[in-house]
Nanobody
Framework: QVQLVESGGGLVQAGGSLRLSCAVS????????LGWFRQAPGKEREFVAAIRGRGGSTDYANSIKGRFTISRDNAKNSVYLQMNSLKPEDSAVYYCAADVNPYLLLRESRGYEYWGQGTQVTVSS
């Protein structure tokens, strides 16, 4: 069983930064596709960023491109989301997700088998 635990959320002013972390259990972490998604009240869960295990290629939603950076540390079984220049519209619960499928469509939330419990990010104006 793969378990994911997010941390690093909180309250920040617009223009500020936060770094989310997600610790992932599992013996083959380096092969996992890892994604960050978010869900604001009354809205559907949306793709934010993802990184593949093989090659480490990344993908970003247009709304956050240039402001957020996803990275992974295979030695620590962790994935990170560095969020800069935060805007009030970035406020949401942020979830990390993992899957062992190397051909996973990174932007499709339904493809990820494992999910964390989420961490709240609130950006004040």
């Amino acid at each position: 069983q793969v378990q994911l635990v997010e941390s690093g959320g909180g309250l920040v002013q617009a223009g500020g930064s936060l770094r989310l972390s997600c610790a992932v259990s599992g013996r083959t972490f380096s092969t996992y596709a890892l994604g960050w998604f978010r869900q604001a009240p009354g809205k559907e869960r949306e793709f934010v960023a993802a990184i593949r295990g093989r090659g480490g290629s990344t993908d970003y939603a247009n709304s956050i491109k240039g402001r957020f950076t996803i990275s992974r540390d295979n030695a620590k079984n962790s994935v990170y989301l560095q969020m800069n220049s935060l805007k009030p519209e970035d406020s949401a619960v942020y979830y990390c997700a993992a899957d062992v499928n190397p051909y996973l469509l990174l932007r499709e939330s339904r493809g990820y088998e494992y999910w964390g419990q989420g961490t709240q990010v609130t950006v004040s104006s």
